[in-house]
């Protein structure tokens, strides 16, 4: 796992064929989980993981395939001009010009994660950043932007680079009337973001549904962030349900 370590002068040599695996790994077992939740909406959604050896590649779902259906070996290698390499899997153009965007304009992210859920899509119809309401949407605290001009389904790379940059150097933005879209420095983080920005999501309509959420203190909720918030504690988060997935449906590993 090592882009939670800390790479120095005198770190040793990444093994970029176990890098590889274990981002792909990660990423089937990702679709795995986020086809569990429900995050799936027909053939619309994807998750990519950029190579650890080229590094303007990425590795994604081919299009529509079932996230629930997805092994490692039926991930496909997407290079900088959206061409598959190696396999005649079909490619989600938007995945495509979202992705590439991001990747291209984050050099220090690993993975990003957009599908159409049901809470992430009802709270951007509002157009507004979530509140500080909880322990747990503190992660997001001055860390998570609004995209609020949505223009179609986003086939043309001049809108994901206009999406790459409203979400900046944040972890997260919100794609009005669309959804949201998280990133990471593992695939770990990226999912584990989307994961609890969804439920975010669905905690805030539900309270604004009972009545006037009370919001956390400014300075508190910036401490929550450092605690609850980090790189390191995105990617813990996600290994009880990575250990989880893979014991149950082990075929991802294929």
């Known amino acids: 796992m090592s882009e ?6 005198d770190a040793p040599e990444i093994d970029l064929e176990a890098e590889r695996l274990e981002r792909k790994q990660k990423l089937a077992a990702a679709y795995r ?9 027909g053939v619309a959604g994807h998750i990519t993981a950029r190579d650890p050896e080229l590094t303007d590649h990425f590795w994604v779902n081919p299009f529509g395939m079932h996230f629930g259906h997805i092994r490692v070996s039926d991930l496909i290698l997407v290079n900088e001009g959206g061409e598959v390499v190696g396999s005649d899997a079909p490619l989600n ?3 495509f010009a979202i992705h590439s965007q991001v990747h291209a304009a984050r050099p220090d992210v690993v993975a990003a994660a957009h599908t159409h859920s049901t809470y992430g899509r ?5 157009g507004r950043p979530l509140d500080p309401i909880t322990q747990d949407v503190c992660a997001f ?6 995209f609020d001009d949505y223009t179609g389904v986003v086939l043309d790379i001049e809108e994901g680079k206009r999406i790459a940059h409203a979400l900046g150097e ?4 919100i794609l009005q009337n669309h959804g949201l879209l998280t990133v990471g420095h593992t695939v770990d983080e990226a999912a584990w973001w989307f994961i609890t920005m969804e439920r975010s999501c669905q905690v805030q309509l539900l309270a604004e549904a009972a009545g006037d959420p009370k919001l956390i203190d400014p300075e508190m909720a910036a401490l929550t962030r450092t605690q609850v918030g980090s ?3 995105g990617w813990f988060s996600f290994q009880p349900l ?8 082990p075929d991802l590993l294929e």
Not at 122 to 126: D, H, V
């Open 122 to 126: 009802a709270w951007a119809t509002l």
């Open 33 to 41: 989980l986020f086809s569990r939740f429900g995050f799936d909406e």
């Open 231 to 233: 790189h390191l504690a």
């Open 170 to 173: 944040k972890k997260a933005v």
């Open 242 to 249: 990575y250990q989880r997935i893979v014991k149950e449906q």
């Open 141 to 146: 605290y001055d860390d998570h932007a609004v």
């Open 93 to 95: 153009r938007a995945a």
């Open 4 to 9: 939670m370590t800390g790479l120095g002068a």
